[in-house]
């Protein structure tokens, strides 16, 4: 039986060079590299001890809560929290059930393309591991927040957004055969990490969006040996390393040149990763200061996110928000996943 309330929150992440060479088949045949970057957004999950015998799931910012139905995941409407709560209690309870409460909310809307769905999961699996006592590290708790989605249920999508959500801070990380990841903390100076977060500017287009049909496109095309989805992945590929050299010199204009011609590339990769809007919020933002922009994430809406010198911030921010988007700062955060416990 828990004794004591267990919480945990884990950031969610801008990806700034290398969006789909973490998936699969890809990464496994040629290797995949990304660059990423955490960001004071997160996702909260709390465990409360129960004394009915029940268990429940509640998603406040989705005004949704259900009790636990086991064997049927795939039907729940909290199909992440059902499937976490059981993957824990199977691999480190004996499957004995834990009566609680899991109660999550996350600070952006599912499909923003910042991550927010692993980084729910990862904060579910970790308050879960503190919880049961579960000897896991953070490699460990995001390769089975991976296997949770991904696996278990059947969810399309890359890697990096579990292992950003668990170590946090600006990372390398490199995906190679086998499910083996390396995850590289780059260190850059104090001074570098403060322009670059004082030249990033992110914007939500205001619609979210599915990424299971773009990534399931991007498979099909890799899976297939597409000649033009391949070359464009050996380019984003390259442009996280260049991303990465660039990053730690601080040297924001070739950052920029980087992004420009990798938004290019990303596009390649799959027909509905740009949309109307994204596209008029793209021009805005190049009329107004922004040096170069993609979308976070798998594409087709979302949050976007800009370079831009810090002393055209504001005109950047306030033009996009004009244009219907919803812009602002970033701050970015270099810790991962934490979990404590009170009560």
């Given at each position: 039986?828990?004794?004591?309330?267990?919480?945990a929150?884990?950031?969610l992440?801008?990806g700034?060079a290398?969006?789909g060479?973490?998936l699969?088949p890809?990464?496994?045949?040629y290797?995949?590299?990304?660059?990423?970057?955490?960001i004071?957004?997160?996702?909260f999950?709390?465990?409360?001890?129960?004394?009915?015998g029940?268990?429940?799931?509640e998603?406040?910012?989705?005004?949704?809560?259900?009790?636990?139905?086991?064997?049927?995941?795939?039907?729940?409407?909290?199909?992440?929290?059902?499937?976490?709560?059981?993957?824990?209690?199977?691999d480190?309870n004996?499957?004995?059930?834990?009566p609680?409460?899991?109660?999550?909310?996350?600070?952006?809307?599912?499909?923003s393309?910042?991550?927010?769905?692993?980084?729910?999961?990862?904060?579910?699996?970790?308050?879960m591991?503190?919880?049961?006592?579960?000897?896991?590290?953070?490699y460990?708790?995001?390769?089975?927040?991976?296997?949770?989605?991904r696996?278990?249920?059947?969810?399309?999508?890359?890697?990096?957004?579990?292992?950003?959500?668990?170590?946090?801070?600006?990372?390398?990380i490199?995906f190679?055969?086998?499910?083996?990841?390396?995850?590289?903390?780059?260190?850059?100076?104090?001074?570098v990490?403060?322009e670059?977060?004082s030249?990033?500017?992110?914007?939500f287009?205001?619609?979210?969006r599915?990424?299971?049909?773009?990534i399931d496109?991007?498979?099909?095309?890799?899976?297939?040996?597409?000649a033009?989805t391949?070359?464009?992945?050996?380019q984003l590929?390259n442009?996280?390393?260049?991303?990465?050299?660039?990053?730690?010199v601080?040297?924001?204009?070739?950052?920029?040149?980087?992004?420009s011609?990798?938004?290019?590339?990303?596009q390649?990769?799959?027909?509905?990763?740009?949309?109307?809007?994204?596209?008029?919020l793209?021009?805005?933002?190049?009329?107004?200061?922004?040096?170069?922009g993609?979308?976070?994430?798998?594409g087709g809406g979302?949050?976007?996110?800009?370079?831009?010198?810090?002393?055209?911030r504001?005109?950047l921010?306030s033009?996009?928000?004009a244009?219907g988007g919803?812009?602002?700062?970033?701050?970015?955060?270099n810790?991962?996943?934490e979990?404590?416990?009170?009560g």
């Amino acid at each position: 039986m828990l004794l004591h309330k267990t919480r945990a929150r884990a950031p969610l992440r801008l990806g700034l060079a290398g969006g789909g060479t973490d998936l699969s088949p890809y990464c496994d045949e040629y290797g995949g590299a990304i660059l990423n970057v955490t960001i004071d957004r997160y996702a909260f999950a709390s465990i409360t001890p129960r004394d009915d015998g029940r268990v429940i799931f509640e998603a406040d910012d989705l005004d949704v809560g259900e009790q636990l139905r086991p064997g049927e995941a795939r039907q729940s409407r909290l199909m992440l929290h059902q499937g976490v709560y059981q993957r824990m209690i199977n691999d480190f309870n004996d499957g004995r059930s834990v009566p609680m409460t899991l109660k999550t909310t996350v600070d952006a809307p599912a499909g923003s393309g910042l991550g927010s769905s692993s980084a729910l999961v990862v904060a579910m699996v970790d308050a879960m591991r503190t919880a049961l006592g579960a000897p896991l590290g953070q490699y460990d708790v995001a390769h089975l927040a991976f296997e949770i989605e991904r696996i278990d249920l059947g969810l399309s999508g890359g890697r990096q957004d579990q292992y950003a959500a668990a170590f946090g801070g600006i990372n390398f990380i490199e995906f190679l055969a086998q499910d083996r990841v390396i995850v590289n903390p780059l260190r850059a100076s104090t001074d570098v990490v403060r322009e670059l977060e004082s030249s990033v500017v992110i914007c939500f287009s205001g619609a979210s969006r599915s990424s299971a049909e773009i990534i399931d496109q991007q498979t099909s095309a890799m899976t297939s040996k597409n000649a033009k989805t391949i070359e464009a992945l050996h380019q984003l590929k390259n442009d996280a390393t260049e991303m990465k050299r660039a990053l730690l010199v601080g040297n924001i204009g070739k950052m920029a040149e980087i992004l420009s011609h990798s938004w290019k590339a990303k596009q390649a990769t799959a027909k509905a990763i740009s949309t109307s809007t994204l596209e008029n919020l793209y021009e805005v933002a190049l009329g107004n200061g922004a040096l170069a922009g993609k979308v976070s994430g798998a594409g087709g809406g979302g949050f976007m996110f800009f370079l831009v010198y810090p002393e055209n911030r504001f005109r950047l921010i306030s033009a996009l928000n004009a244009a219907g988007g919803q812009a602002s700062p970033a701050k970015f955060t270099n810790r991962g996943c934490e979990t404590w416990q009170f009560g």
